[in-house]
């Protein structure tokens, strides 16, 4: 063990990908809690803002790209997260119709910008169908794992679930840089949803989901179109999240409560999550076990 601490790159992996994360998001969240007691209103806010620095902080040591213009698809990222992340973590309760546009909006601009340099190489009606695909999947995955006015930490137990999907599939498929950026995700998720379990009465409010669901559809459209993920395994992925909303909607709506709803749509994620991680690996062996 202590040889593999060794090494500079495993000590970067694990720093620049999950101890600062985690650290900048624990503080943020702690911070926040004893900041907002008064103002309980404030707290999914915040801890919105907690996801979106303690992922921030993941990329600018794992990338360090902040250019702008940016130079590359992956130079879009903080910008794209750093806008749409405080466009939905503004949260108008009194708005509703402006939560769902806004998500509609986000998720189409995203997706016609991390594609555009592929866009670009196509007949016109060709790109219009692969923006389109890619941001109705994107819109209606988001509606669906953060229905309004309930605790979204179901919610976030789906989406810990696919950035370790992400994570696992991504080398695997030949980016280590999405891996990275995945398990940043995967850590700033699973620590503020451990605090927020710890107090008690605690709500996971739409924000901070929303910062979640956009951050890993960033990552899932670089995995597919510019890591070359194959379809079948985006597919197992997208199967993932879609099976976590399910649970979470069939249970709510039947009146359960407490922590096995939160946990239970995690758990039956994580099927669909490993069957995609499977074929990722019998295509990395296919070819050789080579980028």
Do not use: C
């Not at 016109?124 to 979204?152: E, G, H, I, Y």
């Amino acid at each position: 063990m202590w040889n593999l601490w060794q090494s500079s790159f495993v000590r970067s992996l694990i720093l620049d990908s999950a101890l600062f994360p985690a650290a900048v998001t624990l503080l943020i969240v702690v911070a926040a809690y004893y900041k907002t007691r008064k103002y309980p209103d404030w707290r999914s806010t915040f801890w919105a803002a907690a996801i979106l620095a303690g992922f921030l902080v993941g990329y600018a040591l794992t990338y360090r790209d902040f250019s702008f213009p940016p130079r590359t698809v992956l130079s879009w990222l903080p910008w794209l997260v750093l806008v749409g992340g405080i466009v939905v973590a503004a949260d108008h309760r009194r708005y509703q119709w402006w939560r769902y546009g806004a998500k509609g909006l986000i998720a189409g601009t995203a997706a016609f910008v991390l594609l555009w340099p592929i866009l670009r190489q196509e007949t016109m009606l060709t790109a219009f169908l692969a923006w389109l695909t890619v941001a109705l999947l994107w819109s209606v995955l988001w509606f669906a794992l953060t229905p309004d006015n309930r605790d979204q930490k179901p919610a976030g137990t789906t989406l810990f679930v696919g950035a370790v999907g992400l994570a696992l599939v991504a080398p695997l498929s030949g980016s280590i840089l999405l891996a990275q950026f995945g398990s940043a995700l995967a850590v700033v998720l699973v620590v503020a949803l451990v605090f927020s379990f710890l107090i008690r009465g605690s709500r996971w409010d739409s924000p901070s989901a929303d910062v979640g669901v956009l951050i890993l559809g960033t990552l899932m459209v670089d995995l597919r179109f510019y890591a070359s993920a194959s379809t079948v395994v985006m597919g197992w992925l997208l199967v993932s999240l879609a099976a976590g909303a399910g649970v979470a909607s069939i249970l709510q709506h039947r009146g359960h409560s407490g922590h096995w709803t939160v946990l239970a749509p995690g758990l039956i994620s994580s099927l669909p999550m490993a069957v995609a991680g499977w074929m990722a690996l019998q295509t990395y062996l296919a070819r050789g076990g080579g980028y």
